[in-house]
């Protein structure tokens, strides 16, 4: 897949991935990045990644806690908020009606 057009995607939903994974309960970065490649999305870098966390955080969608690691650094433990699952119900509502017209456009003869 062309790697312009799939980063231009991932800008528009990774904060909804992001959400969607702390649905299921508090992550810290790494944790993450897993998860998002482990669903399919791809490798997330970093760089890409962290920025999203700031802006979910200083938006109030999610929360963050510094912990003291077992064996390890420290981590940074991200939690989403109430505000933040309303903000994945609407933006996962609204991804949806987005996606299925264009499903509909680009699978349209592909099969015959």
Not at 14 to 30: M, N, P
Not at 43 to 65: D, F, N, S
Not at 88 to 112: C, I
């Amino acid at each position: 897949m062309d790697s312009d057009r799939r980063g231009q995607w991932l800008r528009g939903v990774l904060d909804l991935c992001v959400l969607a994974l702390l649905r299921e309960g508090e992550s810290y970065g790494y944790q993450l990045a897993q998860a998002l490649e482990a669903a399919g999305i791809g490798p997330i870098q970093g760089g890409t990644l962290y920025p999203v966390l700031l802006r979910l955080q200083r938006t109030g969608l999610v929360t963050a806690e510094w912990r003291e690691g077992a064996s390890g650094p420290a981590r940074k433990y991200y939690r989403i908020t109430d505000s933040g699952r309303a903000t994945l119900r609407q933006g996962g509502s609204a991804w949806l009606a987005f996606v299925a017209p264009v499903t509909g456009l680009v699978t349209k003869g592909v099969d015959g």
